[in-house]
């Protein structure tokens, strides 16, 4: 018999509780949505980020939570470049798939992802938060409005402080690891009356001094 998924019966699992994992969490719950558990690198790590969340279960690993036929969908909250591994492995598990951005490290391994999907008749899906942001859809507004003309030159910045001192150190600093920001300025910045138009972008990553 076929389990009927609804806001009360879905089983969530969330893999990776370290900088978004819990912001999954908190978002789930504010929409009425139970999460069941959390998966970590290590059991240890996972046991006290579930007591510390009120999560009831926990799993050492990926592949511990995905042989759970309870979890129906993985948000997966973990480094950038496990992000097309962990949500292959999901897909062929059977479960459907909230992926943090990106959703892979390359555009041959995204559609690999998008066509496994299809023909599991799963959900896969990438969560871009920022786009939601009052001032990009400000911004997405002025351009697809023509208030600003045809737009052939972006330029922006993004800045934060959470990297502020030069001992700080995190795996997006390193580019095996990351991915490049210019996705979020492209993507607002494109024309609705002609979005095939190439469009020149300049940005940067700065740290707040």
């Known amino acids: 018999m076929t389990k009927q998924i609804t806001k009360q019966t879905i089983g969530v699992g969330v893999a990776g509780t370290g900088f978004i994992g819990p912001a999954h969490v908190e978002g789930l719950r504010r929409n009425g949505i139970t999460v069941l558990g959390l998966a970590e690198s290590t059991r240890e790590k996972a046991e006290q980020k579930a007591a510390e969340l009120g999560i009831p279960r926990c799993y050492g690993s990926l592949e511990e939570m995905l042989a759970d036929s309870d979890i129906d969908v993985v948000h997966l909250a973990t480094p ?28 041959e391994q995204s559609g690999e992802l998008v066509q496994l999907a299809a023909e599991k008749k799963l959900v896969n899906a990438v969560n871009f938060n920022i786009r939601m942001y009052p001032l990009a859809q400000q911004a997405r507004s002025m351009v697809q409005s023509g208030e600003l003309g045809d737009l052939f030159i972006l330029q922006g910045s993004y800045l934060q402080d959470w990297l502020l001192l030069p001992t700080d150190w995190n795996w ?33 990553l700065s740290k707040i001094m």
Request: aromatic share 6%.
């Open 80 to 107: 950038n470049h496990l992000h097309h591994p962990h949500a292959k492995a999901a897909l062929l598990a059977g479960k459907h798939v909230v992926c943090e951005k990106p959703l892979a490290m390359t555009s």
């Open 172 to 204: 997006r600093l390193e580019p095996q690891y990351g991915t490049p920001i210019s996705k979020p300025f492209i993507r607002f910045a494109r024309n609705r009356r002609n979005p095939l138009k190439p469009i020149l972008a300049n940005f940067s």
